[in-house]
């Protein structure tokens, strides 16, 4: 017997084993029987077992190659020896007669002839397929208690239910319903009506499983009613067993859940059809129901235990009817639900009763008849972000916005402020790729959606399934949204895959099919202005992008075909064509404001001079268009930009080669803008007529501020023309100035814009300025919740943006014609613009700096900025009145503290000229270092020290003040790569701007104590360097920095206001930290004792809080820990570092800062040898209240004993600490524990046994502070009754038993 084959052994061996095996010729274990039919039975059983014959596998005789795949001949079914078939019969007929499956029935389709049917596309539906599950669905009849279980659990226990009621084989389904979604025929047709089965109750109204769903309308219920009458004649053919054995069989071969719904299905539409039929009858249940009946809940209708009841109350009538499945409203709170009714009806006016007052939201009192729309009650947060933008397009520097991004934004590191905003934008830290989407959507909305690939999905969306009109405009919005969040969010649109060629191929096409009446169809392959808008803010966040967007969208022939033809020759609806003409032309202002576009100007140049020729006709139309006014105001804020590209130097840096093959031919030259300021200046006077008419004014909107700000351009670039002559322009502004300038600046209607700045202030009104209530932070939105009515900043009322305009053009001309500046100026005298002044210099409140507030105060800005520059251009030729000066110098220290991020150039112009400039300190020459040293001379006859001659520091000052400047010059100016880029905006220089985004709005520009800051930088330098030599010119700095401070403190208080007297002790601390030599210098030891008579005036004092949180300081203790470092180990007793430390010991003041000296510090009592009469502060700051801190009390006790403090040594504290010993070892309060009342006792009975006579003296017989008497107190002659009789009583028993431990 051969045996198994092992592990090891190959195929060889097989075939070797097999070999032997045939050649032995044994038996095999296991025979091959093939049996026959199962079903002949044992037919065959008698017949020879089958001949073995094996395979055998011979890999010799294996072809080479594989065999090919041919098909193997069909095979036939072997009849069974039992069962011969029919010679005579169709097996395939046969089998189809035997076959008792559902699908022998379902499958035999009749095929309808469609040959004469017209063919018709199927019509886009907006109903989803599947439908969509709502909460609302087949939640009606479900029981109250699913309580908190989800849908999911709700439709399983639903379906539980079902199946728990699935009937048996034998019943009897009475209707087979439409399944859930089908369309069914409502009304059937007078043909079917009666249709019935024979012998059966059953009558068929129409078709139910088969809905037509898929076939157009009439079709569909054709070919349904079709199929239906051949059923309902089969089923009538049939005899009643046949259906009911049909119905068993049915039911034996359908699922049970199926035949659960059908069923369930079946019964909702007989309940159904009950019910109308009842509604139907004269005296149905609904006969009785109001229209007025209100629905109220179940709960509702319960009376609650020790409720009384009204049958009179009134019924809640709502204008809607409330369902249980709606959210959070299970429960219906029906006084909650007041607000929803109409308002009551008018009384008469003659009627006796007592009405409540109505006012209008102008807070005018209304007549009780008086009937409003509800409308004008409600109020609208705020304009959208693009309404508002879009509005101000025109203003001084409107085109340039801050980026919606949301302040939550982490902030940059020190050392990243040198580089440009832009270029932080385009880098995205690690932590914000590695974030999911949604951690990112709640700080960030829009970071959120892009990493979501939502930009490839909305060109999905408008590429493959042209969507309607409504959708497309809002992609469109969604998408400028996106645009304005940042650089890098607009740089994601411009480059996402064929999102921005789609969006040109299909929204911007230079030739589209006339429009007929009606809506629009379709906005495919017709111009759409949104488009456009979305390309021009595009543009707007960098000057790359816009030339990409140049280069390679054709946007040149798309610009060239919107504005070469007026609106209304554009074969558009009126509105559409205004509104894309503006953003064609915004657009180009746009690119024109990187210096690009200028190629368009050479080819439409009789385009736009014909456009300009026509003004004057449009401005006198009555009443003016405001889509006419916004696309003159664009077409001139156009030609400014080509106006003052024509006046750059055209050697300007070019960023890279885009740009530069851009520029090269988008040069304009001078020759081709001279002409246009005829035109414009007959606009400009056309539109100053309006100005005596309120209503013609507010109508032609930027017209007039884009007109001005034309002016202003041109002359800036006339002048700096090489090939001019200098007398033409001089001449042409004399003439100007007198024909137009002057009498505008004399008219009383003038006057009245000035007198509204006020009102229209976001400065003046911050709570203008509140971010509205529903806006998110994650979201950035320029909304506000006092909205944007007529008298403000962006209203229709508003006066800033024409004299902002007025005041710009007006120091062009000054700082061009100087002959002008005194003529000029005379604008500053408005009475309207010195109350806003002061106004604005008055302490108040600060709007918060929200997105709106952001945009609001820029343009603010611009104005108050304006108005200094021309101020300060007219001091340089003559002395301003002393009160205007004054006035006009705390405007510009009011200003430098509130500039925002990109207005870095202003704020180093303000340094170059106002702040620092002696024509703005009229105090120099009035007598203000006189009244200084008056001031030291009455303070002689006090206990305290005199000032340190402040008028000779003041006038010192005045005289250092190029210095002072150059100290802050070279301490406060902006990073240099932000100032570059705001000098390239506010000076026009095209080639060098960047982006018209500014950076984010965080923070102003400099701290509110921005006069420290130079000491600030000096004292953290020389922290941080780890050898402690401080650097060079230390002196200097400090000097300037005191010096400019106290010119402050002296004559412009109000600049400091923002800044807590504790943050004033703060900074002066620093300047003895800085160095260990610094405070010895002797012009700084008279600044900083200057300074301190200062802070520590009567009306200054009360308000020195060192608890609260100090602006730049996370800890005053430990502030004040290391100045006693400081102290101790440096100051040598100076009498001016030890007022310093004394100063913060006052009793008001937290007690850790007293612990921290005689706990931790106590070996600096010996150097506080400050006199009593050089002390800055009244004794009784220290005394008063008596000390209630046991652990300082023992301290107090225990310096005293061990002779730590002594008089001669310490003379304040050591007065300090006996007055609150005495007043505590006296003290009977009956409230103190018995902590306090034993160590008050064992401290009495040390007291009484001291050695020291004049220590003991002084303990016992304190009476009150005088820091008149050497040791600063009185002392009892001797002691009162009470305490003697206390006193004589506790010795009494130290005698008997000893004195205790401490």
Avoid at 200 to 212: A, I, R
Avoid at 679 to 698: A, D, I, N
Avoid at 811 to 832: R, S
Avoid at 1260 to 1271: A, G, I, Q, V
Wanted: glycine share 4%.
């Amino acid at each position: 017997m051969l045996s198994r084959p092992k592990p090891g052994e190959s195929e060889v061996d097989l075939l070797r084993f097999q070999s032997q095996f045939l050649a032995a010729g044994a038996a095999p274990a296991v025979q091959l029987v093939k049996k026959g039919n199962r079903g002949s039975g044992d037919a065959n059983s008698n017949q020879p077992p089958l001949q073995d014959h094996r395979d055998v596998v011979m890999l010799d005789n294996l072809p080479d190659l594989p065999p090919a795949l041919v098909p193997s001949p069909p095979k036939r079914a072997r009849p069974s020896p039992g069962h011969p078939l029919p010679e005579d019969e169709d097996p395939e007929e046969r089998l189809r007669r035997h076959d008792q499956h559902i699908t022998a029935v379902l499958t035999k389709i009749i095929e309808r002839d469609t040959s004469s049917v017209a063919v018709k596309l199927p019509v886009p539906s907006a109903v989803a397929f599947p439908p969509v599950f709502h909460r609302s669905r087949d939640t009606q009849g479900r029981s109250a208690t699913s309580g908190k279980r989800s849908i999911f659990a709700q439709e399983i226990a639903a379906r539980r239910i079902s199946e728990a009621r699935v009937p048996s084989v034998g019943e009897v389904v009475p209707n087979l319903g439409p399944p859930e979604g089908a369309v069914t025929c409502e009304t059937p047709a007078p043909r079917d009506q009666g249709s019935q089965l024979p012998g059966s109750s059953h009558s068929f109204q129409g078709p139910n499983l088969v809905t037509g769903k898929g076939l157009r309308g009439q079709e569909a219920e054709q070919e349904a009613q079709t199929i239906h009458e051949e059923n309902v004649a089969r089923l009538q053919a049939m005899a009643p067993e046949e259906i009911l054995q049909e119905q068993q069989r049915l039911l034996a071969q359908l699922d049970p859940s199926l035949v659960a719904f059908l069923r369930s299905h079946s019964r909702t539409q007989e309940q159904t059809g009950e019910k109308a039929s009842e509604e139907q009858r004269p005296g149905g249940p609904s006969a009785n129901v109001t229209k007025e009946e209100p629905l109220m809940s179940s709960s509702a209708n319960k009376p609650k235990k020790g409720d009384k009841l009204e049958p009179e109350a009134p019924v809640l009538a709502l204008p809607m009817t409330l369902q249980k499945e709606w959210l959070h409203m299970d429960t219906v709170e029906l006084e909650k639900l007041h607000w929803t009714q109409d308002l009551p009806p008018l009384r008469r006016q003659q009627t006796q009763e007592r009405m409540q007052a109505r006012f209008s939201l102008q807070g005018e009192l209304l007549a009780p008849d008086v009937d409003l729309p509800t409308h004008l009650g409600l109020h609208h947060h705020g304009e959208e972000a693009e309404e508002l933008l879009d509005s101000t397009f025109s203003w001084y520097h409107g085109a340039l916005t801050f980026p919606l991004v949301p302040s939550q934004e982490d902030k940059e590191d020190e050392d990243e402020d040198e580089e440009h905003p832009a270029e932080k934008a385009e880098r995205k830290s690690p932590e914000e790729d590695s974030r999911p989407p949604p951690d990112l959507a709640r700080h960030d909305v829009i970071k959120g959606l892009l990493a979501t690939s939502l930009l490839p999905r909305l060109r999905y969306v408008l590429e493959v399934t042209y969507p309607g009109p409504a959708v497309v405009l809002d992609i469109l919005a969604v998408l400028i949204r996106l645009a304005r969040h940042s650089l890098e969010s607009a740089t994601r649109v411009l480059e996402c895959p064929r999102l921005i060629e789609t969006i040109v191929r299909e929204f911007l096409p230079t030739s589209w099919s006339p429009f007929g009446s009606g809506p629009t169809p379709s906005l495919y392959k017709v111009p759409c202005a949104t488009a456009m808008k979305l390309l021009r803010v595009l543009a707007s966040a960098g000057r790359n992008i816009a030339a990409r967007l140049l280069s390679s969208f054709d946007l040149r022939s798309r610009l060239c075909r919107f504005i070469a033809e007026a609106p209304q020759e554009l074969t558009l609806p009126p509105e559409e064509a205004e509104t894309l003409s503006i953003e064609a032309l915004r657009l180009w202002a746009v690119a024109a404001s990187y210096g690009q576009g200028g190629d368009l100007y050479r080819e439409l140049y009789p385009v736009v001079m014909r456009a300009l020729q026509v003004v004057p006709q449009e401005l006198s139309t009555h009443p003016p268009q405001p889509l006419s006014m916004q696309r003159i105001a664009s077409l001139l804020t156009l030609l400014t930009q080509l106006t003052l590209a024509a006046g750059s130097n055209p050697a300007e840096t070019i960023s890279n080669s885009v740009e530069a093959s851009l520029s090269v031919t988008s040069l304009v030259t001078w020759t081709q803008v001279s002409g246009l300021q005829p035109l414009v200046e007959l606009c400009l006077r056309q539109t100053l007529k309006l100005l005596s008419r309120p209503e013609m004014w507010r109508a032609v909107g930027p017209v007039p501020a884009a007109c001005l700000l034309f002016l202003g351009a041109f002359y800036q670039a006339w002048s700096q023309q090489p090939s001019s002559c200098p007398e033409d322009w001089l001449q042409d502004m004399e003439r100007l100035s007198e024909e137009l300038l002057l009498p505008l600046l004399s008219q009383p209607t003038l006057g009245s814009l000035w007198d509204s700045l006020r009102h229209c202030s976001p400065l003046c009104n911050p709570l203008s300025c509140a971010p509205a209530p529903e806006a998110p932070p994650s979201l950035v939105s320029l909304g506000c919740s006092g909205g944007c009515p007529p008298f403000s900043l962006a209203g229709s009322a508003s006066p800033f943006p024409f004299l902002t305009a007025l005041l710009s053009l007006l120091n062009t001309m000054a700082w061009i014609h100087k002959g002008l500046c005194g003529q000029l100026a005379a604008v500053l005298a408005a009475p309207g613009l010195q109350k806003y002044f002061l106004r604005c210099v008055a302490p108040g409140a600060a709007p918060p700096l929200t997105p709106f507030s952001a945009w609001a105060l820029r343009h603010e800005y611009h104005l108050q900025y304006l108005a200094l520059a021309l101020a300060q251009k007219a001091a340089t030729l003559q002395p301003l009145p002393a009160t205007h000066a004054a006035l006009y110098h705390g405007m510009a220290l009011a200003l430098l503290s509130r500039l925002l991020p990109g207005s870095e150039y202003l704020a180093h112009e303000l340094l170059l000229s106002c702040v620092f400039r002696l024509e703005f300190l009229p105090e120099r020459t009035s007598g203000g270092p006189e009244a200084a040293d008056f001031s030291d001379q009455l303070s002689l006859g006090s206990s305290r020290a005199p000032r340190c001659g402040q008028g000779a520091l003041l006038a010192q000052a005045c005289q250092d003040l190029p210095s002072i400047r150059s100290c802050y010059l070279t301490h406060c100016s902006p990073a240099q790569a932000s100032l570059l880029a705001s000098q390239a905006l506010y000076r026009a220089e095209l080639r060098r701007l960047p982006t018209l985004l500014l950076p984010v709005p965080t923070e102003p520009l400099l701290p509110t104590d921005w006069p420290f800051l130079p000491l600030i930088r000096l004292y953290h330098r020389v922290s941080d360097t780890p050898s402690g030599v401080p650097p060079t010119d230390t002196v200097g700095t400090a000097m300037r920095v005191l010096q400019w401070v106290l010119v402050l403190e002296s004559w412009r208080p109000q600049a400091l206001w923002a800044v807590p007297p504790a943050a004033h002790l703060a900074r002066l601390m620093c300047v003895f930290l800085v160095d260990s030599e610094l405070f010895r210098e002797s012009p700084v030891q008279r600044l900083v004792a200057a300074l301190l008579a200062q802070l520590c005036q009567p009306q200054v004092l009360p308000n020195l809080n060192l608890d609260c949180p100090l602006p730049g300081l996370t800890s005053f203790p430990d502030l004040y820990a290391n100045f006693l470092d400081h102290f101790e180990a440096v100051s040598f007793g100076d009498h001016l570092f030890g007022a310093l430390v004394l100063l913060p010991l006052q009793r008001r003041f937290s007690v850790t800062l007293r612990l921290a000296l005689f706990g931790e510090h106590v070996g600096a009592l010996r150097a506080l040898s400050l006199p009593l009469t050089q002390l800055p502060v009244s004794l009784e700051c220290y005394t008063v209240p008596p000390e209630d801190n046991l652990a300082l009390l023992q301290l107090y006790f225990r310096t005293l004993v061990t002779g730590v403090l002594r008089p001669h040594w310490c003379p304040v504290l050591y007065a300090v600490a006996v007055a609150h010993v005495n007043s505590f070892i006296f003290s009977q309060d009956p409230q103190s524990s018995d902590e306090v009342k034993a160590a008050r006792r064992r401290m009495l009975q040390k007291t009484w046994l001291l050695a020291d006579e004049g220590l003991r003296q002084h303990l016992l017989h304190y009476k009150l502070p005088n820091s008149t008497l050497p040791e600063g107190f009185e002392l009892y002659p001797q002691l009162p009754p009470l305490r003697q009789h206390y006193l004589q009583r506790l010795t009494s028993t130290v005698l008997q038993n000893g004195v205790s431990e401490t």
